[in-house]
Every structure is written in C-alpha cells, then in structure tokens.
C-alpha cells in the first residue's frame, strides 16, 4: 500500500463518519425536545459540514470547496448567535409571565 492509497482510505472513512455525525445531529435536531438541544444539534451539524468540505477539498483536490467552507463557517457564527439571543429573549419572557 502506498501513500495515496492510505490517503485515499482515510478520506473516505473520515467522510464517512462525519457524514454519520451529521446523520446523529439530524436526529437530534428533528427530537428535540428543547430550543437548546436544536440549537447545539444545528451548530454541530453546521461544524460537520465544514469539515466535511474541507475533506472533500483534500480529497477532490479542488480549493473552491475550502471557500464554501468559510463562508459557511461566518454565516453559522451569525445564526447561532441569533438563535441564541432568540432563546435568551424566550426565557426572560417566560420567567416574567410567572
């Protein structure tokens, strides 16, 4: 076995098991059962797919990819930080109702 062959095997399992982690996020994300567990579960899908697309890069040997996977990266940032306002406004609502 030579260096590519390796390389090649340990792109295609380390795919492999992000696209798994992904899979794992999807469920948690569709389960539930609070704001804060979609949350973790969407921002640790989004860090999967970032991941994902830098292996691809490697693997498909084309740069455009590792593009994809910034923009993703600073567009997650923004939407976990909303989401996060969103559930910390949710709680001081609910908190003031009792």
Same mark, same amino acid.
């Given at each position: 076995m030579n260096a590519a062959a390796f390389m090649d095997i340990c *792109?295609? +399992?380390?795919?492999? *098991? +992000?696209? *798994? %982690?992904i899979a794992l996020g999807f469920v @948690? *994300?569709? @389960?539930?059962?609070?704001l804060a567990d979609r949350v =973790?579960?969407?921002? !640790? !899908?989004? %860090?999967?797919v970032i991941a994902f697309c830098g292996l691809f890069a490697v693997k498909a040997? /084309?740069?455009?990819?590792l593009d994809i996977a910034v923009a993703l990266a600073l =567009?997650?940032?923004v939407s /976990? /930080? %909303?989401l996060a306002r969103y559930a910390e406004r949710l709680a001081r609502r609910s908190d003031s109702d009792d």
């Open positions: *792109l295609t +399992i380390g795919l492999s *098991l +992000i696209a *798994l %982690a @948690r *994300l569709w @389960r539930g059962p609070t =973790v579960a969407l921002d !640790m !899908m989004t %860090a999967s040997q /084309v740069e455009g990819y =567009v997650s940032f /976990v /930080v %909303a």
